[in-house]
């Protein structure tokens, strides 16, 4: 059975950085994009980037470019999630995602999901 495990969320300071790691399990991604969403309190899930099979293409939403950076290490089956510059709005569950298909920053529709690692940035 195929399976997404976050880590690497927590609290972290205005400014600050975290590096949110997403290993698959069950089956090799290697093939597949991969990507993060997050939903904050009270809003919709939001896409945030989405790499490519071969790292050759990434997607990132408005808000987190220049600041967020995705890579994924196939050997390991595993995408990871570099954010720096944190914000308060920032703040949010992060979900990893793999499989299906994606067409554009925004347009990424994911076959597989984890169950979320929280990132709190307070202010």
């Known amino acids: 059975q195929e399976q997404l495990v976050e880590s690497g969320g927590g609290l972290v300071q205005t400014g600050g950085s975290l590096r949110l790691s997403c290993t698959a399990s069950g089956r090799t991604f290697s093939d597949d994009p991969m990507g993060w969403f ?62 299906g298909r994606y067409y554009s920053a925004g347009s990424y529709y994911p076959k597989y999901w984890g169950r979320g690692t929280q990132v709190t940035v307070s202010s």
Not at 51 to 58: E, G, K, R, Y
Not at 69 to 74: G, V
Not at 84 to 99: I, R
């Open 38 to 99: 997050r939903q904050a309190p009270g809003k919709e899930r939001e896409f945030q980037a989405v790499i490519d099979w071969n790292s050759a293409v990434t997607y990132f939403a408005d808000s987190v470019k220049g600041r967020f950076t995705i890579s994924r290490d196939n050997a390991k089956n595993t995408v990871y999630l570099q954010m720096n510059s944190l914000k308060p709005e920032d703040t949010a569950v992060y979900y990893c995602a793999a499989g």
